[in-house]
């Protein structure tokens, strides 16, 4: 029986953000069957989905702090950080979870790349998760509704941009993996950094958002030298982690910026 017709090929202006959205989000979009990941075209992307990312757990925030004391609560901060983690099925989260866990083992290289491909979560991830959301948390809950959501759209740029200064910074510690795929190239690298930049001082100000970059270039060079003196480079998982402390880095600098 003859094959159906198949669907026409996608425009090629649509592999950047196509690619960056699948990279960084749970959020479905059309991949063929054989497509093999375009991260490099993704890169001036990253910081556009993350500030997208923001904007959702930043909308929730909102919503939820309408409700009577949800504000001086935490409730609503709580709600926008869960919010943010479902659109992105908690990746970043997860890859701060299995590095901090690896980086706890005791043993070589070998003994920690193994942690963290196991999906489990031990103690040192627990406690990593633990202590970045009461970070999160209580950065958010000391802001007003306006300067939370504010703070979260400028975070969830700058830390995805955090992820390609970790790129750039190391080298892959795996022979396979995705960020395999993750080439920064100079014209890339210099657009992401525009837009995270304009995202971060649209969101926050000229000084603070500047500050707020400067923090998250910082957090993706250390992620990446400490990965490659533990485990010999990055991988996916570090990536994450970069982007989580990123994250919870710029919080720290809104919040201070708006006290």
């Not at 070589?108 to 489990?120: F, Q, W």
């Amino acid at each position: 029986m003859p094959a159906g017709p198949s669907a026409p090929p996608l425009p090629r202006v649509l592999d950047g953000p196509r690619h960056a959205v699948g990279f960084l989000t749970r959020v479905p979009v059309p991949f063929g069957p054989d497509e093999a990941p375009a991260l490099g075209a993704a890169v001036p992307w990253f910081p556009v989905v993350g500030a997208a990312v923001g904007a959702a757990g930043g909308g929730v925030l909102a919503l939820a702090g309408l409700l009577p004391g949800a504000e001086g609560t935490g409730v609503a901060a709580a709600l926008g950080l869960g919010a943010a983690a479902v659109v992105t099925g908690a990746l970043h989260e997860d890859g701060l979870a299995d590095v901090a866990d690896g980086l706890g083992v005791l043993g070589d290289r070998e003994r920690r790349l193994a942690v963290l491909r196991d999906s489990r979560i031990g103690t040192f991830g627990a406690l990593a998760l633990l202590l970045w959301v009461l970070v999160c948390w209580s950065a958010l809950r000391g802001m007003t509704t306006g300067d939370a959501v504010a703070a979260l759209v400028a975070a969830g740029a700058t830390s995805r941009w955090a992820i390609l200064v970790h790129a750039t910074l190391g080298r892959p510690a795996r022979p396979d993996g995705a960020v395999h795929a993750l080439r920064v190239r100079p014209a890339g690298g210099a657009v992401a950094t525009a837009v995270a930049a304009a995202a971060a001082t649209l969101a926050l100000g000229v000084v603070p958002g500047l500050t707020a970059l400067v923090a998250a270039a910082l957090v993706g060079a250390l992620v990446a030298a400490g990965v490659r003196r533990a485990l010999g480079g990055i991988t996916g998982d570090t990536c994450g982690a970069a982007a989580a402390l990123a994250q919870a880095a710029t919080l720290l600098v809104a919040l201070a910026f708006a006290a």
